[in-house]
């Protein structure tokens, strides 16, 4: 099946910082591709739609200068999420579609 | 948007015994019906699906429902297992290209052996 993958699995960073994680689709080209954010305990929450070629979508409440996303080709996006605080601690997990959606490993993101 | 409603949120069973969950979707474009188990930590994977020509779908001891008009989705497992404890995600889109899914808030099965 189709397999994406995601890097970082896990960081942790200083409040104040960015980091960026990659979502690849390694055998199937994705032109979109969809981040996702989960608090412990809690459902997967849409953030936004990446589109190659184009800007992304966000959902509401997402805040797009924070959370910057860049589909730079049609195997990978990427997320970026700025000036990050502890509050951003989550696991980011990003899908790209096929005949179903197909999930990345997700990455733990823990914000000190 | 789309919103899918799940439940219940907690769900204790027997070994042996079947467990039901349900969920409701508000969005009538909505044609594709996924159900994800997540162990901690790790991705959701897709156990079943539906898409909304058909009514019914089984897969061993997993079987899905779809009734369209009143839009709402059921999973059923039968002769629930240890190993089936997890937490279990319905979720809905239309069709699955670049269409978002949207998922239900989850429903923590115990299988107790």
């Known amino acids: 099946g189709a397999v994406v993958s995601q890097h970082p699995s896990w960081v942790i960073c200083k409040s104040g910082t960015s980091v960026k994680i990659e979502c690849r689709s390694l055998?199937?080209?994705?032109?979109?591709m969809f981040w996702y954010r989960q608090f412990p305990k809690q459902s997967l929450m849409l953030m936004a739609t990446s589109n190659e070629g184009s800007k992304a979508t966000y959902e509401q409440g997402v805040e797009k200068d924070k959370f910057l996303i860049n589909h730079a080709s049609l195997t990978l996006s990427t997320l970026t999420v700025t000036s990050a605080h502890p509050e951003d601690s989550s696991f980011y997990i990003c899908?790209?579609?096929?005949?179903?959606?197909?999930f990345g490993p997700g990455t733990r993101l823990l914000v000190l | 948007g789309e919103n899918v409603e799940q439940h219940p949120s907690t769900l204790s069973v027997q070994e042996g015994d079947s467990a039901v969950i349900k969920c409701t979707y508000s969005?009538?474009?909505?044609?594709?019906f996924p159900w994800y188990k997540q162990e901690l930590g790790k991705r959701p994977q897709l156990i079943i699906d539906i898409r909304s020509n058909v009514g019914e779908k089984k897969d061993q001891r997993i079987a899905v429902t779809l009734n369209k008009t009143a839009k709402h989705f059921s999973l059923h497992i039968t002769e629930t297992q240890p190993e089936d404890s997890a937490v279990y995600f319905c979720?809905?889109?239309?069709?699955?290209?670049?269409?978002?899914?949207?998922f239900g808030a989850g429903t923590r099965l115990f299988v107790k052996a």
């Open positions: 899908s790209a579609p096929g005949e179903t959606q197909y």
């Open positions: 979720a809905a889109s239309i069709g699955t290209g670049g269409f978002k899914t949207i």
């Open positions: 055998d199937f080209q994705a032109t979109t």
């Open positions: 969005d009538s474009a909505s044609n594709y």
